[in-house]
């Protein structure tokens, strides 16, 4: 037997333990065809989608967005990944509406007017959709109309925008300005994020918060989704 | 014989799950200590490597991004008497949370050096506003205007009256075409990876040349460089816009200094 072959694994071959931790390997190396083979053995086994999202997937993405955040992946490796995490979501996605999963809450997400990078915001969006928001994804270089429209047609719960751009960031205070023209701002959460951004910037264009990667983004419309359901409930 | 696909072999990680991630821990540990990083930098300031105390006495410094480099040292070739160029890392771009304590550390350097006069020739590049608060205190240096070099190439007021036009354009200056292979192809890994070639640049319509010379060689590149995008190709021949400006200032001011 040659090395390689003695290398050679068949994914089913693991244990569920096993195939979780590899498909996080896989994913971290941006192995799509890779991943995908995993999540449907995964689903196979009886796994239910929402469990293969938030164990297997969104588990390995908090992995490579640590590594990005420690400088030790750069943008094409995070790239491979978020591809492949996109690939293995597009098989999810039409099961979980099938199960009737249970939604925590609704997001709409875009990059501000004049920006086009949307890596970072497409990696958010697919998170918080792996953490059980409904995302609706608007896109790069959205104006404020833009956003008032989704915010009315899809009352989300979180409001997401996102700037790479020194030139671009003092627009979502422009956004932020018109939901309050609107009478919209106390209906949602507004979280900004980007690379030049930092948490006094947030403060002082008055967004809720600041979330400085997609990991932090997740949690922090968790606790506001907690916080609001507790009012709620005590309401 | 059957029709059967043979079950799909793969490889296993040599020495089991996150050997890889390892390795790049590994590699990266390695890179902060290697020269030419921020944290080399910062420990080189303060090291014997550093000039002797006051070794540049009276001369002026221009601390600039690497990717200026060719330019600078044009616009500087009357001066050089008294000026001096240090350039940090071009890669930073795609880090510039480097940047702000990589240029620190240069400014304390070259102070200790003796400097007379210091000119940062960036942008916010990036910073968030960070780049400015270092130079603030470092004792109100100057840097170069506007966001960032497409910026100030083109004209600091004529970019931003532009943005709108723009907002689809992607920016080569001379440099970058120059370069492009490296730092684009093999930097975003669009040679192995063709399918990254769309999720990078698949929002982009015209690649735009902002050209700093007459070049008809780099001309051809660039355009080689907007096809291999799949992007329609414009050129704007812009010299070098307010980096002249702002390094010429710095070096009239520095030279009635000198004379002083
Ligand atoms: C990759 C990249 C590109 C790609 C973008 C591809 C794409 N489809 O998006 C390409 C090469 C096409 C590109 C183009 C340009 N770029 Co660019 N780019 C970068 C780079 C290197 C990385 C950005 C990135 O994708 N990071 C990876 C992701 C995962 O990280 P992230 O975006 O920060 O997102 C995370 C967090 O910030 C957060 N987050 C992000 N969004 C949101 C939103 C919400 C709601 C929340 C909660 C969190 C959150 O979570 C994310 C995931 O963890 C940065 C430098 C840098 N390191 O930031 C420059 C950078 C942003 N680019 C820059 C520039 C200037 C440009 C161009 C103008 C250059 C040109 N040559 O034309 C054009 C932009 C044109 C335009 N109109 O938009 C400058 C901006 C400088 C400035 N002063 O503004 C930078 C800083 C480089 C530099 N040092 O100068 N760029």
């Given at each position: 037997m040659s090395d390689a072959e003695e290398d050679d694994l068949d994914l089913?071959?693991?244990d569920d333990d096993e195939l979780v931790e590899q498909i996080q390997d896989d994913l971290y190396d941006g192995l799509k065809d890779e991943v995908v083979e995993g999540v449907e053995i995964l689903l196979e086994r009886g796994w239910k989608p929402y469990d293969i999202m938030t164990k297997a997937l969104v588990g390995g993405m908090d992995i490579v967005g640590k590594d990005f955040g420690d400088g030790i992946l750069f943008v094409p490796e995070v790239l491979l990944s978020a591809n492949a995490m996109k690939a293995a979501m597009d098989v999810l996605r039409p099961l979980l509406a099938e199960t009737g999963a249970e939604r925590i809450g609704t997001m709409v997400i875009g990059t501000v007017k004049?920006?086009?990078?949307?890596i970072g915001k497409n990696i958010v969006a697919m998170m918080m959709e792996g953490a059980g928001f409904d995302v609706i994804n608007l896109g790069i270089n959205v104006d404020a109309d833009q956003f008032i429209t989704a915010v009315k047609e899809h009352k989300p719960d979180i409001l997401g925008m996102s700037a790479l751009l020194t030139t671009t960031m003092p627009y979502m205070k422009t956004v932020i300005e018109a939901l309050a023209e609107e009478g919209l701002r106390d209906d949602v959460v507004v979280l900004v994020g980007g690379a030049p951004l930092n948490a006094d910037f947030g403060k002082a264009i008055g967004a809720d918060a600041y979330c400085k990667d997609a990991a932090e983004a997740v949690q922090t419309a968790k606790a506001f989704m907690q916080r609001r359901h507790n009012r709620r409930a005590s309401a | 014989m059957t029709n059967e696909p043979a079950p799909r072999k793969r490889r296993r990680r040599h020495a089991g799950p996150s050997a890889l991630r390892e390795q790049r821990r590994a590699a990266a540990r390695h890179r902060a200590h290697a020269p030419g990083t921020g944290k080399a930098l910062a420990k080189q300031a303060g090291s014997?490597?550093?000039?002797?105390?006051?070794?540049?006495?009276?001369r002026s410094l221009i601390i600039a991004c690497g990717a200026l480099a060719r330019d600078i040292l044009f616009l500087i070739r009357q001066h050089r008497d008294h000026i001096d160029l240090h350039c940090l890392p071009a890669e930073w771009h795609n880090t510039p949370q480097r940047i702000p304590e990589g240029v620190r550390a240069r400014i304390r350097q070259a102070k200790e050096e003796g400097y007379a006069r210091i000119f940062v020739a960036y942008g916010d590049c990036g910073t968030g506003g960070a780049l400015d608060a270092v130079l603030g205190e470092e004792g109100g240096i100057s840097r170069l205007p506007g966001p960032h070099c497409y910026a100030f190439y083109t004209g600091v007021e004529n970019f931003m009256r532009h943005l709108e036009r723009d907002a689809r354009s992607y920016f080569l200056t001379d440099y970058l075409v120059r370069h492009f292979d490296s730092l684009i192809v093999k930097g975003l890994k669009l040679d192995t990876h063709p399918e990254l070639i769309e999720t990078c640049f698949g929002n982009y319509d015209t690649l735009v040349h902002l050209a700093q010379d007459d070049d008809p060689a780099l001309e051809r590149k660039a355009q080689e460089a907007a096809r291999f995008l799949n992007l329609a190709y414009e050129r704007r021949y812009?010299?070098?816009?307010d980096l002249a400006t702002a390094i010429e200032r710095f070096a009239g001011e520095t030279s009635s200094k000198a004379e002083e």
């Open positions: 089913r071959e693991l004049g920006d086009i990078h949307d | 014997s490597k550093a000039l002797e105390k006051g070794a540049k006495s009276g812009v010299g070098h816009g």
